[in-house]
């Protein structure tokens, strides 16, 4: 089956516009995540969808940042006004919770769109 | 406020030796540990895993051993292969974190042939 898949790919902005990144996660997979990774950090949570529940946003940056995910599927990433230190590689990852089981559900990462705002 | 912690950026290895990753993490409340690895281009792939209740998983080249008290994990391949070349990231979770990891800024391990 097909895994994680993001586009684009890769995106070249100007400062001020808005970006629209997109998630298509694991069929099945009711959780999706968003992290982003800049230059020579590690990974940052940005925001966790699951089911219908209400998102957890707490890793968003700033009001510029907003995602959203029809049902169980496909997740947009909108970035508005987009600054110079939003460039970085963005990251969706999905899982499988069932419920029930212990231990961790697996995340599996797309590969990524590099934002690069000038 | 880096709450795990990869401090060596690199590390390279003679192929067939032994490769010895290290992490550690100041949150008490982190409850499981992963280690994932990323190829240039690709998103991360899981790699291995271990419970805080656990002190060693092994699954076949890879080890990861949990030292608790002193809020330290590593990770060891062995036999290393140059395939085995890639940016190796610490992960962990927090009990109760709706599975959000917090990530380390990762380590990138050579291995020459």
């Known amino acids: 089956g097909a895994g994680v898949s993001q586009s684009p790919s890769n995106k070249v902005t100007e400062k001020g516009k808005d970006v629209e990144l997109r998630c298509d996660p694991i069929s099945g997979h009711t959780a999706l995540y968003w992290y982003r990774q800049r230059l020579g950090q590690g990974l940052e949570f940005l925001i966790y969808f699951q089911g219908n529940s209400a998102p957890d946003k707490s890793g968003l940056p700033s009001d510029r940042f907003s995602a959203e995910r029809t049902g169980e599927s496909v997740s947009t990433l909108t970035i508005q006004r987009t600054q110079q230190e939003d460039s970085a590689v963005y990251l969706c990852a999905s899982s499988s919770v069932r419920g029930g089981e212990r231990g961790y559900n697996e995340q599996f990462f797309g590969p990524g769109t590099r934002l690069t705002v000038l | 406020d880096q709450q795990v912690k990869q401090n060596s950026p690199s590390l390279s290895v003679q192929e067939g030796r032994i490769s010895i990753l290290n992490c550690d993490y100041t949150n008490s409340m982190f409850d499981y540990f992963l280690w994932y690895k990323k190829y240039p281009a690709e998103g991360p792939t899981f790699l291995i895993s271990i419970s805080s209740i656990k002190d060693k998983n092994e699954d076949g080249r890879f080890t990861v051993f949990l030292n608790k008290s002193a809020k330290h994990l590593s990770l060891h391949i062995v036999p290393s292969q140059p395939g085995d070349s890639a940016v190796y990231f610490c992960?962990?979770?927090?009990?109760?974190?709706?599975?959000?990891?917090?990530f380390g800024k990762g380590i990138t391990l050579s291995v020459r042939p």
């Open positions: 992960a962990a979770r927090r009990a109760g974190a709706n599975s959000k990891l917090t």
